[in-house]
C-alpha cells in the first residue's frame, strides 16, 4: 500500500514503463515511472510485517480551552480502543500539537498492522470519537461558534444529554 503524489492504494503492477495503483475505491491509476521516480513515495506497508508495532496513523480534533485537557485524552482514547483493527499494544496515545488563540489541537495516534484498510480505519476512528465526545458531553465544534450561541441549545445528540438537560439562557448584561 503506497502513496505516490495524490495517489493511494495498492501496487497492482510494475512495468519497466509505468506503475499500476489500485486506490481503495478500486479505481485503477496508471502512473508513469518517470514520475514514480521524481516524486515522493510513500510506503505504509513495507514496515508492517518488520516492525512489531505496525503503521502509525492519526487523526486530529481542535477543542477549546474550556475543556479539561485529561477529559479530551481519555475520550480520545477510549474511542481509539473501540476502533476495528487497531493495535491494543502498543497503547494509543495523545499529542497536544497547538496551542491557537481559541482552541488546542490534539491527535490521537494508534498502531494498524492493516494499511490497506485506512480509509476504514480513519472512518471508524471518525465514528467513535463523535460517539465518545458525545458520551462524555464533549462538543466538537468550533470554539468561535460556542462563544456566540449564547441561549442555543447543544450540539450534543439528544440520546447522549441528561434527562434533565435544559438549552442556557439568554444573558443580557445591563452597565448602569
Known amino acids: 500500500f503506497i502513496k505516490i503524489g495524490d495517489v ?4 497492482i503492477e510494475k512495468t519497466a514503463l509505468v506503475t499500476r495503483i489500485r486506490t481503495p475505491k478500486f479505481e485503477d491509476i496508471t502512473i508513469p515511472n518517470s514520475t514514480v521516480l521524481s516524486s515522493t513515495s510513500t510506503n505504509y506497508s513495507s514496515n508492517t510485517k518488520v516492525i512489531n508495532n505496525g503503521l502509525l496513523i492519526h487523526t486530529t480534533v481542535t477543542i477549546g480551552y474550556d475543556v479539561p485537557w485529561k477529559d479530551i485524552h481519555k475520550a480520545l482514547i477510549e474511542a481509539a ?3 476495528d483493527l487497531v493495535e491494543n499494544t502498543p497503547s494509543p496515545f495523545v499529542l497536544q500539537t497547538s496551542l491557537d488563540d481559541f482552541y ?14 485506512q480509509p476504514l480505519i480513519y472512518s471508524s476512528l471518525h465514528q467513535n470519537i463523535q460517539d465518545s465526545f458525545n458520551a462524555a ?3 466538537i ?5 460556542n462563544a456566540l450561541r449564547d441561549g442555543n441549545t447543544t450540539t450534543i445528540p439528544p440520546n447522549y444529554l441528561k434527562d434533565d438537560y435544559e438549552a442556557p439562557s439568554f444573558n443580557i448584561k445591563n452597565k448602569e
Not at 465544534?141 to 461558534?145: A, C, T
Request: proline share 7%.
Open 8 to 11: 493511494s492504494g495498492e501496487v
Open 81 to 83: 480502543l473501540k476502533t
Open 104 to 117: 488546542v489541537s490534539y491527535q490521537i495516534n494508534v498502531y494498524t498492522k492493516e494499511p490497506t484498510k
Open 137 to 139: 458531553g464533549i462538543e
Open 141 to 145: 465544534m468550533s470554539p468561535h461558534y
